[in-house]
């Protein structure tokens, strides 16, 4: 690592270039160290970046946002639905600090549980198979369905009890449901909790099924790579300290 001159002994250039590559690495670590304890979230302009669907827009930003106004005001929130194949890459390359969601797809990341829910059928109060409370696989094959693209697990469940023949309407989102739904005799399977949420409550029903694997966890994931930066670790404390049940 050192050569011979006229002068002495000097290092040799792979050494130096050894040296500098360690006092870049020594500089990244300090910064981060200070960073962690330089990191005041009432003062920071930084900007949150989470995976979310648009049915997880719907049920979490507003209890969030409430809780950033008041304890975070400069922080900006950027949400933005990525295809589950990518998340695992955009939270270890920092294009994404958190995944909000049910990803079972998602193994490579730590993750907390936020909350369960369960998936029910949801169609408007006049249609003929609202007065049953709970549908038979053999009933849901006479029904008309909406599939909702951005929402692959509903879909999946669909085509795993070979209904995907019966869907007659595939959506981008959940946000023209309750028009929909209102005005057809389409039925759609959705989380219980944002199908609570419909307004209003007497026009629609929802019903419970036969269909296995109807109970889900959502979880918030981070990179275990990135897990230790201020940011995340602060967007992952107040996620869990508003939305964490049982």
């Not at 028009?179 to 399977?189: E, F, Q, R, S």
């Not at 966890?217 to 995340?232: F, K």
Request: glycine share 6%; hydrophobic share 40%; net charge positive.
């Amino acid at each position: 690592m050192f050569e011979r001159t006229r002068g002495g002994v000097r290092p040799t250039p792979r050494a130096e270039d050894l040296a500098r590559s360690v006092q870049s690495g020594l500089a990244l670590i300090e910064a981060g160290l200070a960073s962690e304890k330089t990191f005041d979230p009432s003062r920071s302009s930084a900007e949150l970046r989470i995976h979310l669907t648009d049915i997880g827009e719907a049920r979490f930003i507003p209890p969030l946002m409430r809780e950033m106004r008041r304890v975070a005001p400069g922080i900006k929130l950027t949400t933005r639905s990525w295809p589950q194949q990518e998340i695992g890459n955009a939270l270890d390359s920092g294009d994404i600090h958190l995944a909000i969601g049910f990803l079972p797809e998602l193994t490579t990341s730590a993750h907390a549980k936020l909350l369960t829910d369960r998936y029910v059928v949801l169609v408007r109060a006049g249609h003929s198979a609202a007065v049953q409370a709970k549908l038979t696989q053999r009933k849901m094959q006479s029904l008309d369905w909406i599939a909702v693209r951005s929402h692959t697990q509903t879909l999946q469940m669909l085509q795993a009890a070979n209904l995907d023949g019966k869907i007659k309407l595939t959506t981008s989102t959940f946000l023209a449901l309750p028009a929909i739904v209102k005005n057809t005799d389409l039925a759609v399977l959705m989380p219980q909790a944002i199908a609570r949420e419909f307004t209003p409550a007497s026009r629609f029903r929802l019903l419970e099924t036969e269909l296995p694997s109807n109970d889900f966890t959502v979880s918030v994931h981070w990179s275990r790579r990135q897990g230790h930066t201020p940011l995340v670790q602060w967007g992952r404390s107040v996620l869990l300290g508003l939305l964490r049940s049982g």
